[in-house]
Structure formats: structure tokens, C-alpha cells
């Protein structure tokens, strides 16, 4: 089974609102990923946790918070974000993190994000 | 800097030809090789990958890809086009993390 879950699948939020993403898979994989993708780009590397330590910040605005309660488990917290936020946001997972051999990223099918 | 190129922002086939799409890297060693498939407002999904070995490599829906370290590229090849292969294609390089090419859109004409 190499399936990443993501909920919710659609979001709608206002710039004052809190809300979270949250990324699931039972690889048994060491390495979680947060990516933002806007329309008809390329994904962009937002964070990497490394065995649930964040390992990588692509120097994302602190409004947008992870967090990695265990193995299993991704959670992308939002908070006054802005119109341009809008975008397809990607977890993905791999067995092991960057740079420790060879491996391949399995993504979750997305969550659709609108701020308005 | 480490980059990955897709010349083609869009290709058009008809069914049942050939397909080949081309993807040229950039890095200071071999990288790990990827290509995934996008459809529309879906998650990316991993087509084959190459690590090292056999330059030619199959993957998933009957897609290959030929790895030439002297040409730096990682070529995405289908013998026979379906209309369900109509998405956009990634190819991607790893290093100390995987970076994107900027995406081929295919489409398919019945």
C-alpha cells in the first residue's frame, strides 16, 4: 500500500480564520513533506520532517505552521493568510529522508485551499 | 544550482502513436530520477523512477524512460498513447531534495 491521505479535500477560509491540514500514511516511512502548488506550476518544497523533526524550512511565512505529532501524522496549521495562499497543498512521505539513500516520494491527493 | 528542464510545455498526440517526452538536468552527479503524472486537481503520482543500473527503466501504464548521463537526460517514452494519458507530466531530480521540472501538459486527440 503506498497511500498518503489528506483531509480536508476542499477549504475555504477567511484571512482571519485558523485552520489545519492534516496528511496521514501507515508506510511505515521516516520522512514527511509539505508542498504548495499553484495552477499549472510545479510543486515547491514548503517543509521536510525528518524521523517527526522538521529538517527543512523553505523559509515559509509563519503563518503557516507544521507539526508532526508522530510518525504518521503531518499537520499544516493555517492562520491569517492571505489571498495569494491559495493553492493545492501536497504531502507527500518517504521511507527515508533526504540525502540517506535511495527513495522515492508518494504524495497525498491534495487539499484545494481558498482564501478569501 | 541544481535545475531540471522540460522543453515542451505542451504536447498534442493522437491515439495510439508514440509518445516521448524530453526532460534535461542539471547537477553536479547523477542524480535520482523521477517521472510522476498529475491529472487535474489530483495528487502527483509516481511513473518509474531511476537510481542507477539499467539506463532503461519501466514503469507503471506502460511507460519507460531512458536515462543518458551524456546527454543529462531522462526521457519519458510510451509506445502507444490512450486518451487516459491525457495529463501533466513531471519530471524530477533528487538531491538533497527533489526539484521540479516546470511540467508537460499532454493532450490526446481521438
Known amino acids: 500500500d503506498t497511500e498518503v491521505t489528506q483531509t480536508p479535500k476542499h477549504l475555504v477560509m477567511g484571512m482571519t480564520n485558523k485552520k489545519s491540514l492534516k496528511c496521514e500514511q501507515h508506510?511505515?516511512?521516516?520522512?514527511m513533506y509539505w508542498y504548495k502548488q499553484k495552477a499549472k506550476k510545479p510543486p515547491e518544497l514548503m517543509f521536510v520532517?525528518?524521523?517527526?523533526?522538521?529538517?527543512i524550512n523553505e523559509s515559509v511565512p509563519s503563518r503557516f505552521s507544521p507539526e508532526c505529532p508522530n510518525s504518521s501524522l503531518l499537520n499544516l496549521h493555517l492562520h491569517a493568510l492571505q489571498p495569494e495562499d491559495s493553492a493545492l497543498y501536497l504531502c507527500?512521505?518517504?521511507?527515508?529522508?533526504?540525502?540517506?539513500?535511495?527513495?522515492?516520494?508518494?504524495f497525498g491527493p491534495g487539499t484545494r485551499l481558498t482564501v478569501t | 544550482a541544481q535545475s531540471v528542464t522540460q522543453p515542451d510545455i505542451h504536447i498534442t498526440v493522437s491515439e495510439g502513436a508514440s509518445l516521448e517526452l524530453r526532460c534535461n538536468y542539471s547537477?553536479?552527479?547523477?542524480?535520482?530520477l523521477f517521472w510522476y503524472v498529475q491529472s487535474p486537481g489530483q495528487g502527483l503520482q509516481l511513473l518509474l523512477k531511476?537510481?542507477?543500473?539499467?539506463?532503461l527503466v519501466q514503469g507503471i501504464k506502460g511507460f519507460e524512460a531512458e536515462f543518458k548521463r551524456s546527454q543529462s537526460s531522462f526521457n519519458l517514452r510510451k509506445p502507444s498513447v490512450h486518451w487516459s494519458d491525457a495529463a501533466e507530466y513531471f519530471c524530477?531530480?533528487?538531491?538533497?531534495?527533489?526539484?521540479f521540472g516546470a511540467g508537460t501538459i499532454l493532450r490526446v486527440k481521438s
Open positions: 507527500a512521505s518517504s521511507l527515508t529522508p533526504p540525502g540517506t539513500g535511495t527513495y522515492e516520494q508518494y
Open positions: 508506510m511505515g516511512h521516516r520522512a
Open positions: 531511476y537510481f542507477s543500473g539499467d539506463t
Open positions: 520532517y525528518s524521523y517527526e523533526k522538521l529538517s
Open positions: 547537477y553536479g552527479a547523477t542524480p535520482y
Open positions: 524530477a531530480a533528487q538531491g538533497n531534495k527533489l526539484v
